[in-house]
């Protein structure tokens, strides 16, 4: 059993390198691929770039594969009516596979992410971002996946998923995230709770 304090200090920063690492070098040819296919379909940059808020609400670019047209309008994911409008054929395949998350790599090695944490908000967000605040969640890096995400994503109100992000910050551990990924995995294979902020 990996002790909780030394799991939390150094050995998930290493797993974090270690496989968002390996994951670019796997997926390296299938990226540059879905990157010229977005680029065919949209003739826009294929990386979404949107400031969000990370550890200690610190404001940061996450990365994403684009899955949507440029005209779409930056709203709070809530506020977000006929959201599937502005999402592009590609986009839907990203979002369903899950593969437009992995540009966050990147995130990960820049050490602005973690595979497993509170998702990172907007600041259309900010009152949910305060509310994970309140809760501790803001005090450990945000997540490519969480365990909001696998309790019920969409199908939970944001008061509820603030809750298990201040759960998850209350309770990171080895084993903890390695259950949060593997449900993540059952989910994308599942294509289950799917659509995504």
């Given at each position: 059993?990996?002790?909780?304090?030394?799991?939390?200090?150094l050995i998930k920063r290493m797993l974090d390198c270690i496989f968002a690492s390996l994951l670019l070098v796997i997926f390296s040819l299938p990226m540059i691929v879905i990157a010229g296919t977005i680029w065919l379909v949209t003739h826009e940059n294929p990386i979404f770039k949107q400031t969000r808020f990370g550890r200690h609400s610190q404001p940061f670019e996450v990365y994403k594969f684009r899955t949507m047209v440029g005209s779409a309008p930056l709203v709070s994911h809530q506020d977000f009516h006929n959201r599937d409008a502005y999402v592009t054929t590609v986009g839907k395949f990203l979002r369903r596979?899950?593969?437009d998350e992995l540009p966050q790599c990147f995130n990960?090695?820049?050490g602005e992410m973690s595979f497993v944490g509170p998702r990172p908000l907007a600041a259309?967000?900010?009152?949910?971002?305060?509310?994970r605040k309140a809760l501790g969640a803001d005090r450990v890096l945000p997540g490519i996946t969480g365990l909001a995400q696998v309790s019920g994503?969409?199908?939970?109100?944001?008061?509820?998923?603030?809750?298990?992000?201040?759960?998850?910050a209350k309770q990171v551990s080895f084993t903890h995230d390695a259950s949060i990924v593997g449900?993540?995995?059952i989910k994308v294979l599942q294509q289950s709770d799917i659509d995504k902020a």
């Open positions: 059993m990996i002790g909780q304090r030394l799991y939390q200090k596979t899950s593969l990960v090695l820049r259309s967000d900010m009152a949910v971002i305060e509310k994503r969409n199908n939970v109100s944001d008061c509820q998923k603030a809750k298990y992000d201040g759960t998850y449900a993540t995995l």
